[in-house]
């Protein structure tokens, strides 16, 4: 594994020479090669779900479908014309004694991301490094190997078509003693990504001499104000839940203004179609319990509140104030995604100032934390902290800068 890192560092210098349109050609093509070998890919992913049970929560992240695939060849397509976000200026200084300051945007180098039962990700991240000129390290997880290798290995094959070193894109062994290794790989990695749920990211965080920056856990909220709209609320709720309840944007708790306790059954109405069981505290288990099914409503515990179920499942909490759902929001949140449903241009005015978080949202669905669906071709992740990135992590997001200084022989007195 210490070799496969060594050999990445070392072909950082190989994609300096390559031209944008080179870049994107290979993107191109490697989208068309993933659709070729589309059965070879759904086969080693059968070999992994074959290894997981149904009912665990990252089966759905595992799973790759025709459809599935055929996205993430349309989210290459869309990095591939993407503008390079490499060599711009992004400020320029003369000074006084003629000296010329620049600043440019340029790689990191080599980044490392460790994720979890998500071969989506293979292909996510390869797009978006080659693209900005990074060469990535992929530290996949075991549940998900036999697709990981095949899909590195499609890249592989059209890099070789394209003559360009295939180390630029390396899967390291599934086993933890590649994440040690990487982890520790300061000098050879420049920055590491952790993907995956918080367990991982915490290790990633606590354990890692390369810098880190976080792609969080998603606990996100909703909250239900006094002058929200209830048809809006009803979508909304539906779809943050439900869409895909796998993904970090994904509904965890809903709160709701004491007011508004009365349209609680019709805004949760849609719910029960797809089983979603409800965690409610006294006040909105009582307005639920003549609506909602029985066997799906149960009552919160304090365990129910700042959990990312990942899964089925919500909680619901009745507040007195906007003020009341701030102040649980701030205790409970994961500073991903948070929503309010409101009329009140007060209340949003408020709700944006205030809450700290990557995503603030009013009147939309959670769901929407992507960087496909932010109009950045695809996303390396969402980062939750405030330094060098936050929120949906694309080709921007992949590069630092230095400074360009050039003059005619001034000297410093």
């Known amino acids: 594994m210490e070799n496969g890192i060594l050999k990445a560092t070392a072909a950082v210098e190989s994609l300096i020479i390559l031209s944008d349109e080179k870049i994107s050609e290979v993107l191109s093509d490697t989208a068309d090669a993933l659709l070729e070998a589309k059965e070879i890919v759904l086969k080693a992913n059968r070999e992994d779900l074959a290894r997981m049970d149904e009912l665990n929560p990252k089966y759905d992240r595992l799973k790759l479908t025709s459809e599935r695939i055929d996205g993430m060849a349309d989210d290459m397509r869309k990095v591939a014309v993407l503008q390079s976000p490499l060599n ?6 003369e000074r006084p004694n003629g000296m010329n300051i620049r600043k440019i945007s340029v790689p990191f180098g080599v980044i ?5 039962a998500r071969p ?10 080659l693209k900005s000129g990074n060469v990535c390290l992929l530290k996949g997880g075991s549940d998900a190997d036999s697709s990981n290798r095949v899909l590195v ?9 394209h003559s360009i070193n295939v180390d630029v894109c390396t899967l390291l062994p599934s086993g933890h003693e590649s994440t040690t290794a990487l982890l520790q790989a300061v000098g050879y990695v420049d920055l590491v990504i952790p993907r995956g749920s918080s367990s991982l990211i915490n290790y990633v965080r606590e354990n890692s001499r390369v810098p880190v920056i976080e792609t ?3 606990i996100c909220h909703t909250y239900f104000d006094k002058d929200g709209d209830k048809d809006n609320g009803r979508e909304i709720v539906n779809n943050a839940k439900t869409r895909r309840v796998s993904v970090c944007n994904a509904l965890d708790c809903l709160i709701i203004h004491h007011d508004r306790l009365s349209d609680l059954p019709f805004i949760c109405g849609k719910l029960p179609d797809s089983n979603v069981i409800i965690y409610a505290d006294e006040l909105s288990f009582v307005a639920l319990s003549e609506y909602y099914p029985s066997s799906l409503l149960k009552p919160a515990s304090p365990e129910s509140y700042g959990t990312e179920f990942l899964d089925y499942k919500m909680s619901i909490k009745t507040v ?12 409970n949140s994961s500073k991903h995604s948070e929503c309010i449903v409101s009329k009140s241009e007060d209340a949003l005015q408020m709700f944006f100032q205030r809450v700290d978080a990557a995503c603030v949202y009013a009147n939309v669905s959670t769901a929407f934390t992507d960087g496909a669906q932010f109009g ?8 939750t902290q405030k330094t060098h990135a936050r929120g949906p992590m694309a080709l921007q997001e992949l590069t630092t800068y230095k400074y360009i200084i050039t003059g005619n022989g001034q000297i410093r007195s």
């Open 320 to 331: 007195d104030s906007i003020e009341d759902a701030l102040k649980h929001i701030s205790a």
């Open 153 to 161: 290995s499609i890249i592989h094959d059209v890099l070789r078509k």
């Open 376 to 383: 950045l071709g695809a996303e390396i992740g969402i980062s």
């Open 88 to 93: 711009k200026i992004l400020s320029e200084t």
């Open 120 to 129: 989506n990700v293979t292909f996510d991240v390869f797009s978006l490094c």
């Open 216 to 218: 969080g856990a998603g």
């Open 112 to 116: 490392g991301i460790v994720y979890e």
